[in-house]
Structures are given as structure tokens and as C-alpha cells.
């Protein structure tokens, strides 16, 4: 398993932009494709993007298509997200997830998490 540290949390007024960065540690991170999830308070855990092992690939929840971006560093061992024109909708815990299976949505099928970030977009 690979170790994940999430960065970049934050309050924001809705319409803004906040950008998430998740670090993993050891030397195999180009092997793991990586996602974001987030649990909104009083909800379950939901897909938000992932993104392959080359970079090349992704896919976004549609709540998220055209607004957020996500995008991995191998070298930094980092995957990134971008999050613009944001809603008061988007806030939650958001945290930063790794597998080995491509392409999947399904937390269950995710093996390594962060301890989370808090976004908060007000209104």
C-alpha cells in the first residue's frame, strides 16, 4: 500500500477556485491509478475523478465535469485537483484514494486513503 497526505483545504466563497494536493510516499506511486472521493456532512462517500497511471486518462463524476481538474506529478509523486467556480454544494471532506484497477468509481475498490481535507464553500 502506498501512503497518502492530502493538502490544500479550505473555506471559499462559492465561484472560486481552491487546488488539492494529495502525497504519496514510496517509490512504486506511477503504478497506482488515483482518485478523489468526497463525503458531504450526513452523506456517504462519493466518486469525484480519477486519473491513470500515465496521467493520460481520466474521468469525473458528472457534478464535477468542466469545473474540476485532476492531474498527477509521477515525479513529485503527487496527484492534484483543481477546483473552480466552485458551489456550496461541493463542500465536504475530500480525500485522496489509490488502486491498482482502472477504470473505477467504487470506493471498495480503492486500497489506500488519506486522512481527508476539508472544503468548505460558502454562500
Known amino acids: 500500500q502506498v501512503q497518502l497526505v492530502e493538502s490544500g483545504g479550505g473555506l471559499v466563497q462559492a465561484g472560486g477556485s481552491l487546488r488539492l494536493s494529495c502525497a504519496a510516499s514510496?517509490?512504486?506511486?506511477?503504478?497506482?491509478?488515483m482518485a478523489w472521493f468526497r463525503q458531504a456532512p450526513g452523506k456517504e462517500r462519493e466518486f469525484v475523478a480519477t486519473?491513470?497511471?500515465?496521467?493520460?486518462?481520466?474521468y469525473y463524476a458528472d457534478s464535477v465535469k468542466g469545473r474540476f481538474t485532476i492531474s498527477r506529478d509521477n515525479a513529485k509523486n503527487t496527484v492534484y485537483l483543481q477546483m473552480n467556480s466552485l458551489k456550496p454544494e461541493d463542500t465536504g471532506i475530500y480525500y485522496c484514494?489509490?488502486?491498482?484497477?482502472?477504470?473505477?468509481?467504487?470506493?471498495?475498490?480503492?486500497?489506500?486513503w488519506g486522512q481527508g481535507t476539508q472544503v468548505t464553500v460558502s454562500s
Open positions: 486519473i491513470n497511471w500515465t496521467g493520460k486518462s481520466t
Open positions: 484514494a489509490a488502486t491498482r484497477r482502472w477504470p473505477t468509481y467504487a470506493s471498495s475498490e480503492y486500497d489506500s
Open positions: 514510496g517509490r512504486t506511486f506511477s503504478s497506482y491509478v
